[in-house]
Protein backbone atom coordinates (compact mmCIF):
# COMPACT_ATOMS: atom_id res chain seq x y z
CA UNK A 1 0.00 0.00 0.00
CA UNK A 2 1.23 3.64 -1.13
CA UNK A 3 1.49 6.37 1.15
CA UNK A 4 -1.53 8.49 -0.64
CA UNK A 5 -3.32 4.61 -0.28
CA UNK A 6 -2.93 4.71 3.42
CA UNK A 7 -3.76 8.45 3.52
CA UNK A 8 -6.74 7.67 1.95
CA UNK A 9 -7.75 4.83 3.69
CA UNK A 10 -7.05 6.30 7.22
CA UNK A 11 -9.38 9.04 5.94
CA UNK A 12 -12.09 7.10 5.05
CA UNK A 13 -11.93 5.21 8.55
CA UNK A 14 -12.43 8.77 10.22
CA UNK A 15 -14.87 9.59 7.97
CA UNK A 16 -17.24 6.72 8.52
CA UNK A 17 -16.35 6.74 12.51
CA UNK A 18 -17.45 10.08 12.32
CA UNK A 19 -20.91 9.76 10.71
CA UNK A 20 -21.40 6.62 13.05
CA UNK A 21 -20.81 8.66 16.19
CA UNK A 22 -22.96 11.57 14.78
CA UNK A 23 -25.87 10.22 13.55
CA UNK A 24 -27.82 9.07 16.73
CA UNK A 25 -27.76 12.72 17.91
CA UNK A 26 -28.89 13.70 14.33
CA UNK A 27 -31.65 11.04 14.30
CA UNK A 28 -32.62 11.85 17.67
CA UNK A 29 -31.45 15.49 19.12
CA UNK A 30 -32.42 16.54 23.01
CA UNK A 31 -35.99 18.37 22.03
CA UNK A 32 -37.41 15.38 20.61
CA UNK A 33 -38.81 11.81 22.77
CA UNK A 34 -36.78 8.72 22.25
CA UNK A 35 -39.29 6.56 20.40
CA UNK A 36 -40.70 3.81 22.60
CA UNK A 37 -38.76 0.75 21.04
CA UNK A 38 -35.25 2.32 21.56
CA UNK A 39 -35.88 2.62 25.12
CA UNK A 40 -37.41 -1.04 25.90
CA UNK A 41 -34.04 -2.01 23.97
CA UNK A 42 -31.92 0.19 26.04
CA UNK A 43 -33.61 -2.15 29.11
CA UNK A 44 -33.08 -5.61 27.94
CA UNK A 45 -29.99 -5.32 25.15
CA UNK A 46 -27.51 -5.42 28.18
CA UNK A 47 -29.15 -8.49 29.73
CA UNK A 48 -29.30 -10.48 26.29
CA UNK A 49 -25.43 -9.63 25.05
CA UNK A 50 -24.36 -10.64 28.31
CA UNK A 51 -26.41 -14.43 28.01
CA UNK A 52 -25.08 -14.33 24.37
CA UNK A 53 -21.54 -13.78 26.14
CA UNK A 54 -21.94 -16.52 29.03
CA UNK A 55 -23.19 -18.83 26.62
CA UNK A 56 -19.90 -18.07 24.16
CA UNK A 57 -17.43 -17.96 26.53
CA UNK A 58 -18.73 -21.45 27.83
CA UNK A 59 -19.71 -22.81 24.90
CA UNK A 60 -16.62 -25.20 24.75
CA UNK A 61 -16.94 -26.59 28.12
CA UNK A 62 -16.46 -30.19 28.82
CA UNK A 63 -17.45 -32.14 31.94
CA UNK A 64 -15.39 -35.41 30.55
CA UNK A 65 -12.21 -33.87 32.66
CA UNK A 66 -11.73 -31.74 35.75
CA UNK A 67 -9.53 -29.42 33.93
CA UNK A 68 -12.23 -29.39 31.06
CA UNK A 69 -15.01 -27.16 33.76
CA UNK A 70 -13.34 -26.26 36.71
CA UNK A 71 -11.08 -23.06 35.61
CA UNK A 72 -14.49 -21.97 33.53
CA UNK A 73 -17.01 -21.99 35.98
CA UNK A 74 -14.90 -20.85 38.67
CA UNK A 75 -13.89 -17.91 37.34
CA UNK A 76 -17.45 -17.39 36.33
CA UNK A 77 -18.92 -18.01 40.12
CA UNK A 78 -16.20 -15.49 40.97
CA UNK A 79 -17.22 -12.84 38.41
CA UNK A 80 -21.03 -13.07 39.67
CA UNK A 81 -19.79 -13.05 43.35
CA UNK A 82 -16.95 -9.97 43.14
CA UNK A 83 -20.14 -7.95 41.34
CA UNK A 84 -22.69 -9.00 43.98
CA UNK A 85 -20.42 -8.00 46.88
CA UNK A 86 -18.55 -4.88 45.27
CA UNK A 87 -20.42 -3.82 42.09
CA UNK A 88 -16.55 -3.27 40.82
CA UNK A 89 -16.88 -3.67 37.21
CA UNK A 90 -12.90 -3.79 36.95
CA UNK A 91 -12.70 -5.94 40.32
CA UNK A 92 -14.66 -8.69 38.07
CA UNK A 93 -13.41 -8.75 34.98
CA UNK A 94 -9.97 -8.23 36.37
CA UNK A 95 -10.29 -11.26 39.05
CA UNK A 96 -12.10 -13.03 37.07
CA UNK A 97 -9.35 -13.47 34.27
CA UNK A 98 -6.66 -13.80 36.93
CA UNK A 99 -8.54 -17.03 38.24
CA UNK A 100 -9.80 -18.24 34.89
CA UNK A 101 -5.99 -18.18 33.74
CA UNK A 102 -4.48 -19.30 37.28
CA UNK A 103 -6.59 -22.48 37.37
CA UNK A 104 -6.37 -23.07 33.74
CA UNK A 105 -2.47 -23.19 34.58
CA UNK A 106 -3.21 -25.54 37.60
CA UNK A 107 -5.44 -28.20 35.99
Known amino acids: MTTVQALITLGLVALVTLILRAWPFLLFPENRETPDFLRYLGQVLPYAIMGMLVVYCLRGTSFGQLGGWLPGL ?8 AHKLRHNLLLSVIGGTAVYMILLRLT
Request: charged residues 0%; without cysteine; proline residues 0%.
Open 74 to 81: TASAFVVA
